[in-house]
């Protein structure tokens, strides 16, 4: 197969790799022309363009098989309702039409945040419930750029936790340490939600499974077989170890306050490799 990944950082990156021991011809894309040399080693193809350059993304994609938009704002300039306004569209929105127009197979990695809350009721949040939290920026905008990639027929939607485990993230202790720092030790994050969260190596892994078994449509991506501890009960372990106070929930992004379901994922094979992060710090600390 020909296949273009629109957004060559960790991930892209990682995925090529596999891709291309698999026997696959992998194009790339970046934005930053200091990057392509250090990518050429690693693709067929590297592209330097944005992915709201309809023109640029067509002629990438030309004959390719399938696009995998792996395309994520960058934090460090989303501060403002308005930044995360512009951001977010352009980003996620506008490059997911622009590889739809492009290929009608899109592979879009998405994120929880697409179900706000959860809304009502107990049971497990599966690819089936609602989405929510239609205002904030980072959930609507999740939400057009699936509907983007999936307007081809062909598409698939992967929702993705929080991400951890690439070269150069910030550990969880050091999130809570730059929380105290920059943020007077507040956090925009809710309490009562359960902390989910995939190394960057299951992302990857899920990813290649999905365009070796030709999937389409939306899955949920997290372990299926346990629910992890909330973000206060992650907080409050890490602060109390780091001897810090602890962290005043604002509750301003939401997130799914019930269990993720990925089942229909897992009946398909894939499987989460990595454990919890977190897991084993709160245990220690309500031994």
Known sequence: MQILIIGTGHVGKALAQQLRASGHSVAGTTTTPEKVAELQPLLDEVFLLKGNETSKVAAAAQDCDAVVVTVAPNWKTTNTPEERERQYKEVL????????????????????????????????????????????????????????????????????????????????????????????????????????????????????????????????ICDEERVPFTNKQVFDAICAVEELAPLDFLNQVKAPLRKISARKIYETGYRINHDDPNAGLVERHNA
């Not at 809350?117 to 939290?133: F, K, V, W």
């Not at 920059?182 to 925009?188: D, H, N, S």
């Not at 290649?208 to 999937?215: K, N, P, R």
């Open 93 to 220: 929105v506008d490059t997911c039409e622009s590889a739809s127009a492009a290929c009608p197979r899109v592979i879009f990695c998405s994120s929880f945040s697409v179900y706000g809350d959860g809304g009502e009721g107990d049971a497990p949040i599966d690819e089936m419930t609602p989405t929510g939290n239609h205002e904030e920026p980072s959930s609507r905008y999740y939400q057009e750029a699936e509907r983007a990639a999936l307007a081809g027929g062909n598409g698939c939607v992967l929702r993705f936790p929080d991400m951890y485990g690439a070269p150069g993230d910030m550990s969880y202790p050091d999130r809570v340490k730059a929380s105290h720092e920059y943020f007077g030790g507040k956090t925009v994050f809710s309490a009562d939600a359960p902390l989910y969260a995939i190394h960057v190596e299951d992302v990857v892994s899920a990813i290649y499974h999905v365009i070796d078994m030709g999937l389409q449509g939306t899955f949920n």
